[in-house]
């Protein structure tokens, strides 16, 4: 079997098998469903309505869409680099400690001291995320391993905090860190609904991300080191640099996922602040193809499954994994899917 | 009394989507005869061997050898069939040795035991008896290009080939070392063993050959004996009409724009560096690098390009040193336009369009961006002007540039170099791979840009090319570059002793 | 310093470290075979899970251990198919795909874990391998109790390690695999089917990624429960780099780790365990593989052709 490229596909190639991707995922989850013993049209129908049936759903949906965004945006920019950051769990961590420790006391000032907050907290993920660069441009460390360990070591750091210096006194049982000051708590982004402005902070985010990565230099540098540095470093782009920077906003757009999940949502930091968050953004990436406006989109899509699926297990009882496994099998159809647009299958 | 027939192709057609690389071909072969299969870049020679040892499949036709009916698409029953081939491209694994690499594949994969006593005692004696001396228990990541042909020859008579193709085998080998290739194919022929032999080389053809079989355009243009024909006579088969040796006028020599003065550079695993190199580019001029590639001038190119510096020895922009941190930004700014040896891993990025690759070098600069952001608008009318200028064919400037033909890849680069106007300017193989037409446009342009007052650095493993263009000649071997040879002075069997490293001990 | 000293030399420290080895040996030599062969299968961590899951849950249903163990395996192999086939003949992005796979196969696990125990609260336990001291040998002093007297799936390991160590680099087989890793087309002009072979590496290696999560069910602890597999996948993968590709010193580099685990483990009992974090001592590990990676970056000897698709016949 051989891969054979087509100068020009079609217009049904480009979107069909996309489209194929998404039925075939719709089709493994009416199977799961049909595992678990429960109805797989009854078993969509309180997915999609556990997603956006209500204006509660819609706003979980969102609520949840926030963080993704974040973190999509941060795996997409890296990506897009070909630097494999899988360490946006440990970025946003980073960005939720700093939040929590320049938020603990307000100055009076929360329209003055929330942006800086969250200028340190991009500032702490990206060191974060600078370590393993550094690694990988001064001594060749494959950045894969050294990101993805560092969120084990992250995790254990925050377990140390919210179990010691930062514990809340108040707090009973659970361990968590002490709160972010009332006023600086992210406020609703429209008045009287349950959505607070970490979401438009990550639209506006998207938004500046495509800028960067259409309109700039930088975003023309990143694109061209991530598809053939040897070419790009013959041309005269510093590669190493280019790298760097890369992982500064790669690294600050995960730790505003923290930032925004502290100072909007939860108010405190937590070691099950983040359900794997960093893990889930590399799924919504890819499925906006690397695109930050599409990023939107998907962190979107994989929200509602998330949300769906918790509240359709509640009422039907199919285990809530079943959402990872359709977003991890809806990853992979994809990636398959967008290969196969332009280039054919030819048996010999 | 002719001998046996031992392989026949009989109208073999392959088409890779609009091109026909092979219309229609056929071809037999006798045991004990050397085949020459003719013709320029492009010409469907390659193709045809690759279908012979099952790398493509043909479209159309039937390959015999042996009496013996061949499965089309299947290199394992071309291997048992007899059939070798020594590829253009070595396929080689660098961390194993030269034992691992001749045994690959050569063993049933059920097997407990590789054996490698008995396979180290049958090498060293086919060795012995064709002349292909070479270490088994070396890298081959270690050796040098001529000794990893031999092993590549080696793996083909291990495998008891009786067929050997050899796909340009003397393109990477000095004058000294291509004699010791026939003389090991003379001995090869005298065991019976059949050989063809792809070149462009008509001289080395007339050698070795006994029948000369001359592809045009994919089709068969001739299949005469080496006796009844001539070089002339089978290049101009070769292109179709009388062949044009256009006369070059000297270039008038301006001042020395670059100069490298004793530069050293270190080695690097089987690319030798720079030893005490002294060179001075003039404007008006075109210095042309003679020398089998492996030689150093990946480390000249190197330097020249900006990816790297002197260890020892200085580098000169005109009077000045160049800066201490020498880069290829550093290089563009100086004035140095580069054409790098590979277009598709170094030249260009595949996936990005011409518009991207025209301001590949010069993006960072006004009017291509300002104050970091872009102006794609500028940029696609600067690809705009370099395709209609330099006769890109092209779906447009946002088409991805790996639609494109390799011809029209390199006008695209060359004319993303000569529209900056660069003092110097470094073609590193510039025309390798290309079709005639390409080639006359490419070498028009190095010397309408000579004429202009750049200084050219021709690299080029081509020495009719080197000979034919160049107002100076350096040969390069080992890291040592000779002394400048004006043109017209230099023949060729002067070049091919500087090549084999002579006169290199009497001049130092 | 005392403390360390009556630490490490006890045979039972010994015992520990090989006894948390065996999980790691398993997995590296099955990454070492996919990436020997040119292929990155960051699925690594999911296959583990997925490996402890159906191991234990063969068990549990009521099948015989070495069963059980076989389980896993296959279950292991079905993983590493599905990553072979999108990575080899479809050439989809290893970093992806690996993810992608260990993303599906522990979400798997956790929905069918769910699925069939929807009420427990504390996980079920089976019977696990029991130590099997090998007779005579396991008498010896000091070293009878550290290396003989282990369970039989630790022997296993040791064994299939030095299996995994002798087809690669004694047989036509393995050159036939390290060949696809370095240059595919050596292979392919050789008549060697660098699909085959590609594919036929991460199958296996799966497989024996598998049964490494299934000692963590089957041999260490009796039963499983989420995050079990805690990161040991990734740091298998820093174990191949750390061992240059080569059987023998990655072995060597899971037993210096798993030495590294269970001192800290035991740290944690003397004074200096009182005064510092417990999270400290955890995050050892993970800092250490780290430090692993950074002393063995002159990656000299990389196979060539990782990560590399191999396209037939392009132009």
Redesign the interface.
Known sequence: MRLE?I?NPSALRRFGLPALALAATVIAASLLALIAGADPFATLGLILEGAAGSRFALLETLNRATPLIFTGLAVAVAFRAKLWNIGAEAQLYAGAIVTVVFGMTSWGVAWLQLPIIAALAVAAGALVLLGPVILKTRFGVDEVVTTLLLNFVMLLFVSYLVEGPMKDPAGMGWPKSVPVAKDLRLPRLIEGLRLHWGFGIALIAAVLVWLIET???????M??VG??P?????????VNRVLVQTALISGGLAALAGFSEVAGLKGHLSRDLSPGFGYTGIIVAMLALLNPLGVVLSALFVAGVFVGADSMSRAAGVPTYIADILLALSLLFMVLAISLTHRRVVW? | MSQPEVLRLDRISKR??ALLANDDLSLALRAGEVVALLGENGAGKTTLM?VLFG???ADGGTITAFGQPLPP?N??A???AGIG?V?Q?F??????TVL??I????????????DLRAARVRVVALADQFGLAVDPDARVGSLSVGERQRVEIL?ALYRDARILILDEPTAVLTPQEADALFATLRKMVADGLSVIFISHKLHEVMAIADRCLVLRHGKMVGDVATGHTSPDALAAMMVGGEVQRPKVAVGVAGPALMRLEAVTTPDREGAPGLKAATLSLHAGQITGIAGVSGNGQAALSDIL???AAPASGRLLLGEAPAPARW???G??SAGVG?I?EDRH????????TLT?NAV??T??RAPF?RR???D?RAAADHARAIITKYDVRCPGPEARI??LSGGNMQKLILGRVLEAAPGVILANQPVRGLDIGAIAYVHGQLLAARDRGAAVLLISEDLDEVMQLSDVIHVMSEGRLSPPLPRGAATMAELGLWMAGEGFDHAA | MSALWDILLAASFWAAAIRIASPLIFATMGELICERAGVLNLGIEGIMVMGAFTGWFAVYLGLPLWLGVAVAFGSGMAFGLLHGILTVPFGLSQHVVGLGITLLATAAASFTYRLALPEVTSPPRIEPFQPWPIPGLSQIPFFGEALFSQTPLTYAAFITAALVAWVLM????G??I??TG??P????????SVTGLRLGAVVVGSGLMAVGGAFLTLSAFSSFFFDMVNGRGWICIALVVFGAWRPGKAVLGALLFAAFDALQVRLQQTPLGAVLPYQLFLALPYLLSILALVLMSRRA?V??ALMTPYN??E?
Request: charged share 20%; hydrophobic share 40%; no cysteine.
């Open positions: 490229p100068a309109r700039t230099v930088l975003g023309y540098r694109r061209a598809q053939n040897q070419a790009a470093r013959f041309a005269g782009i510093p010999r | 890779f989507g690759n790398q493509y499949v698409g290199p394992r071309a291997l048992a081939m590829h491209h396929t080689l694994a660098d961390h194993l691992e690499n045994l690959l594949g050569t063993r049933s994969l059920w097997s407990l035991s590789l793996k390009s900006g990816l880069t290829p930004a290089a563009l580069r790098p891993k170094t030249g260009t990025i595949a996936d990005f991207e590949l070098e993006h960072a961006s970091g952001w872009m794609w790996r639609l | 004694r047989t036509p087989l050159l036939a390290r060949a370095e240059n087309a050596a292979a392919a002009a050789q008549g060697l000897e196979p060539q037939k016949g132009r």
